[in-house]
């Protein structure tokens, strides 16, 4: 570290030291080397662009596609005496008349753009005069996993960045996220030219938050007992959470039904007005025990500190999704928890989904990954962490904060009973959904079953010795490892794939986890 760096980073930032890879980071930046930032929220990502930015000579762009955030980073970095200003949709003109003159002449250090700003002819000839004159210190791009294509957060404009920043070589830049699982991570670099780029990655590990996962069977009450007894008696009733639901209509209804059980529960969702928008956010950041009903609108720029849990009613699409979305939770380092019902309903949703989506093959091979991983998650029977970290390249040892490493499920050799679900798919032509194969199963002389002779079959009745709900558990965790999958043809329907041969044919074994009690109650004592 320079005299240069440790005074700035004291006088200016009040820090007396660096985090994690902070120093080595800046030290780059500094250099005028290109880098990857990959560092979880409340990591430290903001340090490694500004300081750089007040060492270089001439005005550090921040690419952000979040202008609230923008707006907050400004005001905080002017407190600091930073000669910081932001350019976006909410500017008026005189403000943006005031801020174009000040990066004209070299007034200053800092200037936070939005994608679509920078790339405005108008203001790229700003950035080329300033370039000839007082200098630019470098190019920050801030959530860089926008320019994922796969990602929910894709940003279009992000794409054009590196055609911009190429404009102005010898300019350092580092795009910065927290978001990012291989296959993000490569198109970072790639479309974001900056191949060259140094990689750093910080631990993704967040362990003070719990994780744990239950398996769905009525969604509302199984809710409720959560936020009444969190995972281990404590309720969090009065605290700040977040639930994640799939659809708008259901934050609406889980939020109502909430209130009416008299939780202080607002939904969020992206076809509500933004004023509504808006006023839920504030309420949430500002106001104590505030439960947020949202869907995956609710996220990026949520920097409340004492969110206590985050709990997923529908699976996520995506493990760097799941592990965003969890992340909110508990950044002020206290105990947290992140808690998921999950059931065979949303695996066979998924899939379906994925199956009949009209997008190109690629795509669906692309997203069928994300989702296998996903479930892989779900359906652990290991540390769940562990899963959560291999997923981002790191390794970890048995965390022993959460539900698998506290209350490690039972597994049992399901081989016979996986080869009669499929069996029994196989023998019903493959049209036919869960629900009814189970009856099958059991030997239920439903209205359907007589209709379709499904009365005659060998399978009929061969899985009477084990419950409804056990079988639904040993379907669901056979369409999450591929060997069931619904057929895009047909609605609802379950099809057995080629990764089923090895159980049918050569008695490969199954193993499965046990359904678990009703309420997975974990272990005390919770600690961080
Ligand atoms: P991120 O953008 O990665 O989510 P921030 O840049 O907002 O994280 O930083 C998170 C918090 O950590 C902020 O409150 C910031 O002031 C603090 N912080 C960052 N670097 C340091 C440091 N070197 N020493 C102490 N606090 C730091
Ligand atoms: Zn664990």
Redesign the pocket.
């Known amino acids: 570290m320079t005299r240069d760096t440790s005074v700035v980073?004291h006088e200016v930032?009040g820090?007396?030291?660096?985090?994690g890879a902070?120093a080595a980071i800046v030290e780059r930046t500094v250099a005028g080397e290109d880098s990857v930032v990959l560092?979880?929220?409340?990591?430290?990502?903001?340090?490694c662009y500004q300081l750089p930015a007040l060492l270089r000579p001439g005005v550090g762009i921040v690419v952000s596609p979040l202008i609230a955030l923008m707006h907050d980073q400004v005001e905080a970095l002017r407190l600091l005496g930073v000669r910081a200003a932001y350019w976006n949709s909410t500017s008026s003109a005189e403000e943006t008349a005031a801020t174009r003159r000040a990066v004209q002449s070299g007034e200053l250090d800092l200037l936070y753009v939005a994608p679509e700003r920078l790339l405005l002819p108008s203001f790229l000839s700003v950035l080329q005069q300033v370039a000839d004159d007082a200098g630019i210190a470098l190019f920050a791009i801030d959530e860089a996993h926008c320019v994922s294509q796969w990602g929910h957060d894709f940003r279009p404009e992000y794409l054009r960045l590196a055609e911009i920043t190429a404009h102005f070589p010898g300019v350092p830049r580092i795009a910065?996220t927290?978001t990012a699982d291989p296959i993000t991570r490569t198109e970072i670099f790639e479309r974001l030219g900056l191949v060259g780029a140094t990689e750093f990655v910080s631990s993704f590990d967040r362990p003070n938050i719990r994780y744990v996962v239950e398996e769905k069977n009525e969604t509302r009450a199984q809710l409720l007992r959560f936020l009444e007894s969190g995972d281990d008696g404590d309720s969090l009733r009065g605290e700040a959470g977040i639930v994640y639901c799939q659809s708008r209509k259901r934050t609406e209804e889980i939020a109502a039904w909430l209130r009416e059980a008299g939780y202080d529960a607002i939904p969020y969702h992206a076809g509500m007005a933004n004023d509504d928008r808006s006023a839920a956010q504030q309420r949430f950041r500002r106001e104590d025990g505030v439960v947020v009903v949202a869907t995956i609108a609710f996220g990026m720029g949520i920097?409340k500190p004492d969110v206590r849990f985050v709990a997923h009613v529908d699976l996520p699409k995506s493990l760097e999704g799941y592990y965003q979305e969890t992340g909110r939770a508990g950044r002020d380092g206290e105990p947290a928890i992140a808690w998921m019902a999950y059931g065979l309903a949303d695996v066979v949703q998924q899939r379906s989904f994925i199956n009949g989506s009209g997008g190109s093959p690629e795509h669906r091979r692309v997203d069928q990954m994300k989702l296998d991983a996903m479930l892989g998650y779900a359906e652990a029977s290991t540390c769940r962490r562990r899963i959560l970290l291999a997923y981002f390249d790191e390794q970890s040892g048995d965390c022993g904060n959460c539900d698998t490493c506290l209350n490690p499920p039972e597994l049992w050799d399901a081989t016979v009973p996986a080869q009669k679900v499929l069996s029994a798919a196989i023998r019903t032509g493959q049209r036919f959904g869960a629900g009814h194969l189970i009856d099958v199963l059991l030997g239920k002389r439903t209205p359907k079953v007589e209709q379709w002779d499904h009365d005659q079959l060998p399978t009929f009745g061969v899985g009477a010795d084990v419950s409804d709900r056990e079988w639904r558990s040993v379907v669901r965790q056979l369409v999450a490892r591929g060997m069931l999958s619904p057929d895009p043809a047909r609605m609802g329907a379950l099809v057995v794939t080629e990764a089923a041969r090895p159980v049918l044919e050569g008695g490969a074994a199954v193993q499965l986890r046990r359904v678990q009690a009703p309420v997975a109650r974990v272990k005390k004592p919770r600690t961080a």
């Open positions: 980073l930032f820090f007396t030291s660096f985090r902070q560092m979880p929220t409340g990591g430290g990502k903001s340090l910065l927290a920097d």
